[in-house]
């Protein structure tokens, strides 16, 4: 069974979290494809939602909003061409952490409990050991591959683990113990 990180940028001054990116325009009325970096879509990209732009700039007001062939297309208020919509490539969009919220849909998740889903940087520093109690190190960053989550664990010497997170390999993660448990197939800790 998958688990899932939410993805969001370190923490910067701001306190802001990374839920999109915005791709290459798509027509010649302004609209932008974006790269969804939120397991909650429908509410960070509410008609109307204002977000933030990563590194500073004006923020950006949601004024339309559909999904095309598997991706969603947003245009923004005052976006309005092409070349008005090429000036915003690769442009991270962010919220604040004051507004973030549950990681997870209220409506899929109705009795409040998160559950398996946590934000990226909830996982990023916890201390990974395996279910006999060895340690591994430290997690060092949520690699979101299009197969799954994997959770990037920094060697106490030096190098990396690849831990894909499931719940079958990672039984356990506790942010207030501040560790996660790793219950590692045979072979995957040998993986360079």
């Known amino acids: 069974m998958a688990m899932s990180a939410v993805h969001s940028a370190p923490i910067?001054?701001?306190?802001?979290?990374?839920?999109?990116?915005?791709?290459r325009p798509?027509?010649?009325?302004?609209?932008?494809?974006?790269?969804?970096?939120?397991?909650v879509p429908q509410r960070r990209f509410a008609?109307?939602?204002?977000?933030?732009?990563e590194g500073g700039g004006a923020p950006l007001t949601v004024a339309a909003t559909h999904w095309h062939s598997g991706r969603l297309l947003i245009r923004f208020d005052g976006v309005e061409d092409?070349?008005?919509?090429?000036?915003?490539?690769d442009v991270l969009l962010t919220i604040d952490l004051a507004?973030?919220?549950?990681?997870?849909?209220?409506?899929?998740?109705?009795d409040g409990d998160v559950g398996d889903t946590w934000w990226d940087r909830d996982l990023v520093g916890l201390e990974a050991v395996t279910t006999a109690g060895a340690p591994l190190g430290r997690?060092?960053?949520?690699?979101?591959?299009?197969?799954?989550?994997l959770l990037a664990v920094g060697r106490p010497g030096g190098g990396e683990h690849l831990v894909p997170f499931v719940r079958e390999i990672v039984p356990t993660v506790d942010p207030a113990a501040g560790r996660i448990v790793v219950d590692?197939?045979?072979?995957l800790l040998d993986l360079d």
């Open 82 to 89: 092409r070349g008005a919509a090429e000036a915003l490539r």
């Open 184 to 187: 590692p197939p045979p072979g």
């Open 12 to 23: 910067s001054v701001a306190e802001a979290i990374v839920v999109g990116r915005i791709g």
């Open 26 to 39: 798509h027509g010649v009325r302004g609209d932008v494809t974006i790269e969804v970096r939120t397991d």
């Open 139 to 149: 997690v060092t960053d949520v690699i979101h591959a299009p197969a799954g989550d």
């Open 47 to 53: 008609l109307g939602a204002v977000l933030g732009r």
């Open 99 to 110: 507004e973030a919220g549950s990681p997870v849909d209220d409506d899929e998740d109705a």
